[in-house]
């Protein structure tokens, strides 16, 4: 079943929603991917660019690595089709330690999906190993 945004709902919204239930719930879930994410979805972090199929393992490897993620949004933008995004991760990761990443994303909208996300991650707090858990597939 598709989710389309009404009147009442902005892209803002739906992506605030994408991120709850994508990232900072438990566990992995193709099928909510593929509910948020069009087919033809390309995302570029920090100059890697991932397709949808390399994006799940994307997410796939983020909820293997992490113990729980939270995203606190702190500011966001819409114009038509395009959300901006000033977002802060925090993760534990499955050994306890803490991970802190700023990112600021551009998202793309098509069909009420994601259809491109273009993404810089800044590591606030974690180890080095951590560094490219923006992109890490």
Same mark, same amino acid.
């Given at each position: 079943? &598709?989710?389309?945004?009404?009147?009442?709902?902005?892209? /803002? @919204?739906?992506?605030?929603?994408?991120?709850?239930?994508?990232?900072?719930?438990?566990?992995? #879930?193709? @099928?909510? $991917?593929?509910?948020?994410?069009?087919?033809?979805?390309? &995302?570029?972090?920090? +100059?890697?660019?991932?397709?949808?199929?390399?994006?799940?393992?994307?997410?796939?490897? &983020?909820?293997?690595?992490? %113990?729980? $993620?939270?995203?606190?949004?702190?500011?966001?933008?819409? #114009? +038509?089709?395009?959300?901006?995004?000033?977002?802060?991760?925090? +993760?534990?990761? &499955?050994?306890?330690?803490?991970?802190?990443?700023?990112?600021?994303? @551009?998202?793309?909208?098509? @069909?009420? /999906? $994601?259809?491109?996300?273009?993404?810089?991650?800044?590591?606030?707090?974690?180890?080095?190993?951590? %560094?490219?858990?923006?992109?890490?597939?």
């Amino acid at each position: 079943m &598709q989710r389309e945004t009404s009147e009442h709902h902005s892209k /803002k @919204e739906l992506l605030q929603t994408i991120f709850k239930e994508v990232f900072a719930s438990p566990g992995y #879930d193709e @099928e909510i $991917i593929h509910r948020y994410f069009h087919p033809q979805y390309m &995302q570029t972090v920090d +100059g890697k660019t991932l397709d949808l199929a390399q994006f799940c393992h994307h997410i796939q490897v &983020q909820k293997q690595a992490a %113990r729980t $993620i939270s995203i606190e949004f702190k500011a966001l933008a819409e #114009d +038509g089709d395009l959300v901006l995004s000033h977002h802060v991760a925090k +993760g534990e990761m &499955q050994d306890g330690r803490a991970v802190e990443l700023q990112i600021l994303a @551009e998202f793309r909208f098509r @069909e009420c /999906k $994601i259809v491109a996300c273009n993404e810089l991650t800044h590591m606030l707090s974690g180890t080095q190993e951590d %560094r490219d858990l923006g992109s890490r597939y």
